[in-house]
């Protein structure tokens, strides 16, 4: 069974901070797939980042980072300098082998606060 | 502008009614999901469609109908709700492979009353 863990709920910051979301997700499959997705108060799920197994390359975007460690089963995700537009809720999900799909588990999400 | 789109955005509907939520996707893609947010619990499948054939039902009540006429849409049919189905449901889409990229709608959320 797949299973992915965002332990923090809820995080609040200052503008400019960096903030770093946690990610730890347990599979046992070889081949699988990491997501992150951000949720503003609209409701859409906004897609972020796709890192498959094999690839441990940490990726930096503008003032996003990801932290790929396998070692520790863990995609953490930094944002650097903080902006109030941050402000959502942050999704950690994992996909593995599905017949012709892909099938998304998710953890349950980190709210973000960013405040002036 | 998002590459899946959901109408209505907002629903509200009696436990009596009958209802349809609609997806389209204007992505190319083969695979499109139905997911279910509610208030505290973690996004749920709740169906897949690859190439228009039901690939997946996470046991969801009957209550809820799915229906797919081509890659491009996606229905889901209410009827006889219950308010604990009150939540956001989501609409996606992907390439038929996996761990393609899913691609979220905005969604549209349910008040059942």
């Known amino acids: 069974a797949q299973k992915v863990t965002q332990a923090q709920t809820e995080i609040s910051v200052v503008e400019k901070e960096d903030v770093t979301l946690d990610c730890v997700y347990e599979?046992?499959?070889?081949?699988?797939?990491l997501f992150w997705y951000k949720q503003p108060p609209s409701g859409e799920l906004v897609f972020l980042i796709r890192?498959?197994?094999?690839?441990?390359q940490n990726e930096i975007s503008g003032r996003y980072s990801w932290n790929f460690q396998k070692s520790t089963s863990s995609f953490n995700f930094t944002i650097t300098a903080s902006q109030v537009v941050d402000s959502a809720v942050y999704f950690c999900?994992?996909?593995?082998?599905?017949?012709?799909?892909?099938?998304?588990?998710f953890g349950t999400g980190t709210r973000l606060q960013v405040m002036l | 502008e998002t590459g899946v789109t959901q109408t209505p955005r907002h629903l509200v509907m009696g436990m009596t009614n009958k209802k349809s939520l609609k997806c389209e996707q204007h992505?190319?893609?083969?695979?499109m999901y139905w997911y279910k947010q509610s208030a505290k619990k973690p996004l749920e499948l709740m169906f897949v469609?690859?190439?228009?054939?039901?690939?997946e039902n996470n046991s969801v009540p009957s209550r809820f109908s799915p229906e797919c006429p081509n890659s491009s849409h996606l229905f889901l049919h209410l009827h006889t709700l219950q308010p604990e189905d009150s939540a956001l449901y989501l609409c996606?889409?992907?390439?038929?492979?996996?761990?393609?990229?899913?691609?979220f709608g905005e969604g549209s959320w349910l008040t059942v009353v």
């Open positions: 996606a889409s992907s390439q038929g492979r996996e761990g393609n990229t899913i691609y």
């Open positions: 599979t046992r499959d070889t081949t699988y797939y």
């Open positions: 890192r498959n197994s094999f690839d441990e």
């Open positions: 999900a994992l996909s593995g082998p599905f017949r012709g799909a892909s099938k998304l588990t």
């Open positions: 992505l190319g893609h083969n695979a």
């Open positions: 469609y690859n190439f228009k054939e039901q690939t």
